[in-house]
């Protein structure tokens, strides 16, 4: 079974940074893609970022390109979303998703591309 664990939220100041860890449990990402999504209080769930592993293809949303980097570990468990410059909009419970496989190319932030879904981090940025 797969399972995803988002962890490091928390509160911050606008202008900070914070990293965001999605864990596999008992697997390894190898050969999967991984996106982060988020979702405001009353608004849609909307990719953020998304990469594919090995090859290391990522896409971005336009409104966190420049601040917010995809990455993953040597050991391809974990994949990271670091979060500089953040802005009050960024605001959110952050998501990862897995899919098994290759997603594909420049759809790496929709939803309907993942299979899998861990539980979120909560992200606030004060001003």
């Not at 998703?97 to 992200?123: C, I, K, N, S």
Request: glycine content about 16%.
């Amino acid at each position: 079974e797969v399972q995803l664990q988002a962890s490091g939220g928390g509160l911050v100041q606008a202008g900070g940074s914070l990293s965001l860890s999605c864990a596999a449990s008992g697997f390894s990402f190898d050969d999967y893609t991984i996106g982060w999504f988020r979702q405001a209080p009353g608004k849609e769930r909307e990719g953020v970022s998304g990469i594919t592993i090995p090859y290391g293809r990522t896409n971005y949303a336009e409104s966190v390109k420049g601040r917010f980097t995809i990455s993953t570990n040597g050991a391809k468990n974990t994949v990271f979303l670091q979060m500089n410059g953040l802005k009050p909009d960024d605001t959110a419970v952050y998501h990862c998703a897995a899919l098994d496989g290759f997603g594909p190319a420049g759809r790496l932030l929709e939803r309907g591309v993942y299979d899998y879904w861990g539980q979120g981090t909560q992200v606030t940025v004060s001003s």
